[in-house]
């Protein structure tokens, strides 16, 4: 598509619930992020993927949280069991090459609101 | 470790006004610079960048310089308009990892 595209745009969840936020890149590329971002704070990185292979996880808070990209295009990530602390918008962001150049740019979704009750 | 500190806002300014938001960074290694932009309901979009030392990056009337010797890149423009309203986020690159400021709120009034 046009641009990275993401959903649902609002979530509410209740404590516990399992919630899932999916992301759609702009076609080809190969880099894949997510962030973070709370309530009037820049982005926090959260994982980091070049095509299917999920080269950085680093940034996931707890073991509540996971991503994929399994066919090294639309990537989902899932939180579980979630706390009031995830919410939250997170951000997907792709590139078309590889993130080693200074010079590569990144492309944002509008990001997934994330509310828990 | 890597950082970014910009000022803090909200920043509010009549129209026309000349606009400065401090960026101020510490890196290891030689960084890339940005400045991006969020309107209200949007995503983060790039306004502009720089890859090395005393580049200027530039865009829609915003110029920012990379100035190694004080580890900054303040955002300015020169005559602002009520559309520039947004928030404002300066970031670092270093190899894939972006490190970004908290965020400045730029308000505009007419």
């Known amino acids: 598509g046009a641009g990275v595209s993401q959903s649902p745009r609002y979530k509410v969840a209740k404590r516990g619930q399992d919630v899932a936020l999916r992301c759609d890149p702009i076609s080809g590329h190969v880099s894949l992020f997510w962030y973070q971002q709370a309530l009037g704070q820049g982005p926090e990185f959260l994982t980091y993927?070049?095509?299917?292979?999920?080269?950085?996880k680093s940034g996931l808070p707890s073991d509540r949280f996971f991503a994929e990209r399994p066919e090294g295009s639309v990537s989902t990530l899932k939180i579980q069991r979630t706390q009031q602390e995830d919410s939250a918008v997170y951000l997907c962001?792709?590139?078309?090459?590889?993130?080693?150049?200074?010079?590569?740019?990144?492309?944002f979704g509008a990001g997934s609101r994330l509310t828990v009750l | 470790g890597n950082s970014v500190t910009q000022m803090e806002g909200p920043v509010t300014l009549s129209e026309e006004a000349f606009l400065t938001i401090n960026c101020t960074y510490t890196?290891?290694?030689?960084?890339?610079l940005f400045w991006y932009v969020q309107y209200p309901g949007e995503g983060l979009q790039l306004l502009l960048k720089a890859t090395k030392a005393d580049d200027k990056g530039s865009n829609k009337g915003f110029e920012a310089t990379y100035r190694k010797e004080t580890t900054s890149f303040h955002l300015e423009k020169g005559s602002v308009q009520v559309s520039d309203s947004a928030v404002y986020f300066c970031?670092?690159?270093?190899?894939?990892?972006?490190?970004w400021g908290a965020g400045t709120k730029l308000i505009i009034k007419p």
């Open positions: 993927f070049q095509n299917e292979a999920q080269l950085d």
């Open positions: 970031a670092l690159k270093i190899d894939y990892q972006l490190i």
């Open positions: 962001a792709s590139s078309l090459a590889g993130e080693y150049s200074g010079a590569n740019v990144l492309t």
């Open positions: 890196a290891t290694g030689y960084p890339s």
